[in-house]
């Protein structure tokens, strides 16, 4: 039987079944459902991240503003301690100290939140919060280390305390503050290393800026705390705390160059008892005689300079830029002169030092009327001195005496401005035209490491020290003006190449001179008057070689030696009246470890240096 046919369907039977949903059709619309709340999940996210984010870098923003400025309030804190340190302001000396550290140690917190370190480890973007933190780091420590244990040092720091009425030096607070300014001193000096090696902001230049500034002060603020430091522990002693001492002092003349700046003009011996200085037995050079009992300053030394006698000669006594040599010989001299009299140790000082001196305390009054000032000093006893007693050599020497008589008593007496002696001496010393030595070793050994040694490094370092001995016996380097260029190849070898270039200008003027100041003593050669005959040697790297030196462009002969461990060559270099000579070294050096260093020897010009050679 055949199975029933449907029947056609009613309308309404066919609207029901079009509109009666399939099991495909509520498939697709919960798929539509969960994209839609998938959506609307994603959507709530990013909007819930949004906000984290914002409120995360809001967060951020505002710690950093904290930061700084909490930085900025202890950097002027700081600044406050330092200045009541240096004036004897112990009280607000402290209070400054406590501020610094209270607003030191808000800013380390600040940086050391979990947002400042998510922050910083965020590559690029996180630079200048590490850098940040690096910096306030280092401003926690000096607050904490180095500024509140130098308020125990009080008036140590104090140049007004430090140097009494009367020209005393105050040697007990000195003394007892050296533990402290040794302990604080390096305390600074790691600081001053952690503050360069902080590294620079990737694209923030205020953060920079504060870094380069944070570098600086730090190595000022060691540089003061390790020059007090090295003064309150040799001070007391070489100042007499512990019985009378005894120095040489000798005034060069660099008109006339020297190895150490200048010929030994005159002399005095200064005597110091408990922190009180006096000069007594001012003389001329020639009172020390030229034919005097030698000393065994070694066969180095004996090979490059003992032909011209500087152990025995006052004239060619400083012939080594090495200053502890000149001091030993001047020992030597002072002991034959005065019959037995073993002095503690030697000074040098120029006239350029001496006008920094007198820009503090004052002009001094010649027993004419004549002013001699700052302004002045300089002048009078490297130029005018020679025209003014071109016939009567004595008469200026005496007259080189007296002056340098007043003005030792004026540095000896009352000191109005205390910090700005010390500034002035300073700035001799850091230019080489003071130089100290002591005959007792311990000092010694720690003068040796400062600029006031005023000494030849024996480290392997690369060195270039140009050094100009005038040969003729006249005054012309005070119309020297030099310029020194030191270029080396890259570090990727053993050895490189290196060249070493020294251009010499002849200022003197074309009016006629004095034979004393342009004539030439031994001339064999018939050169003009005018002529400055100028021995250079240079000191070099250890293991140096020299290929080649020239002069004026023509090739030249130079003599070889050693001192303290470097290589020296020397040549004979003659500059005509009003003419530029170039001296050119070319030079094989190992390559080492270490910056370029190119001393400057203290003449009368400031000459220019520059160094084209990569650190290796």
């Known amino acids: 039987m055949p199975s029933p046919t449907p029947g056609p369907k009613s309308r309404d039977e066919s609207e029901r079944a079009e509109s009666a949903p399939t099991a495909n059709t509520r498939v697709r619309k919960k798929r539509r459902v969960k994209t839609s709340n998938r959506r609307r999940n994603i959507a709530a996210g990013l909007g819930i991240s949004a906000l984290v984010v914002t409120a995360f870098s809001v967060w951020l923003g505002y710690t950093a503003f904290e930061v700084k400025s909490n930085l900025e309030s202890a950097r002027d804190h700081a600044q406050s301690t330092k200045k009541a340190l240096l004036s004897g302001d112990t009280e607000g000396a402290e209070r400054s100290a406590s501020d610094a550290d209270k607003y030191a140690t808000l800013a380390y917190s600040g940086t050391s939140s979990i947002s400042w370190n998510i922050a910083s480890a965020i590559p690029i973007i996180g630079s200048p919060f590490e850098a940040t933190k690096q910096m306030t780091n280092v401003v926690h420590g000096l607050a904490q280390d180095v500024l509140i244990p130098a308020v125990d040092a009080g008036t140590a720091l104090a140049p007004n305390e430090l140097i009494q009425p009367g020209g005393r030096v105050a040697l007990g607070p000195l003394r007892d503050a050296t533990r402290v300014l040794e302990q604080t001193a390096g305390a600074a000096e790691q600081l001053a290393v952690q503050a360069k090696a902080v590294p620079e902001a990737g694209f923030i230049g205020a953060v920079n800026a504060a870094r380069t500034s944070l570098v600086d002060q730090t190595a000022e603020l060691t540089n003061l705390l390790d020059n007090t430091a090295l003064a309150s522990r040799l001070a007391p002693a070489m100042l007499g705390v512990d019985g009378p001492r005894n120095y040489f002092i000798g005034f060069q003349t660099n008109a006339e160059a020297r190895g150490t700046g200048g010929l030994l003009g005159g002399y005095g011996i200064v005597r110091v008892n408990d922190g009180t200085a006096s000069v007594d037995t001012l003389g001329r050079n020639t009172e020390l005689g030229v034919d005097n009992r030698p000393i065994d300053l070694g066969p180095d030394f004996a090979n490059l300079y003992g032909p011209s006698r500087p152990t025995t000669d006052f004239r060619n006594s400083n012939l080594s830029s090495h200053f502890p040599y000149a001091a030993k010989i001047w020992q030597s001299l002072w002991m034959q002169e005065s019959n037995g009299e073993v002095v503690d140790g030697a000074i040098a000082i120029d006239p350029i030092a001496l006008s920094y001196v007198l820009k503090v305390v004052g002009p001094i009054t010649m027993p004419d009327g004549e002013a001699v000032s700052a302004d002045n000093v300089v002048e009078l006893t490297e130029s005018t001195a020679y025209t003014r007693f071109a016939e009567n050599n004595n008469a200026r020497k005496q007259y ?217």
């Open 400 to 616: 080189l005496q007296t002056m340098a008589a007043l003005v030792v008593e004026k540095m000896t007496g009352n000191i109005r401005a205390p910090g700005a002696l010390l500034d002035a001496v300073g700035r001799g010393v850091s230019e080489g035209r003071i130089a100290v030595w002591s005959s007792h070793p311990e000092e010694q050994e720690a003068l040796a490491s400062t600029p006031l040694g005023h000494t030849v490094p024996t480290d392997e370092a690369p060195y270039a020290g140009v050094v100009i001995n005038n040969q003729a016996g006249n005054k012309l380097d005070y119309y020297l003006t030099r310029s020194i260029h030191y270029a080396a190849e890259s570090c990727d070898t053993n050895t490189r190449s290196s060249t070493v270039t020294l251009t010499l200008t002849n200022n003197a003027p074309s009016a006629d001179l004095p034979d004393y100041v342009d004539g030439i003593v031994a001339n064999p050669m018939n050169l003009p008057h005018g002529t400055n005959v100028a021995a250079v040697s240079l000191l070099t790297t250890q293991g140096s070689k020299l290929d080649s030196v020239s002069i004026g462009g023509k090739p030249s002969f130079a003599r070889g030696g050693n001192e303290l461990g470097r290589p020296v060559f020397m040549v004979l270099a003659q500059v005509p009246q009003g003419e530029t000579v170039d001296v050119v070294f070319h030079l094989t050096e190992p390559t080492v470890a270490g910056e370029v260093r190119v001393p400057v020897q203290p003449l009368v010009d400031n000459p220019t240096v520059t160094i084209d050679a990569p650190t290796c």
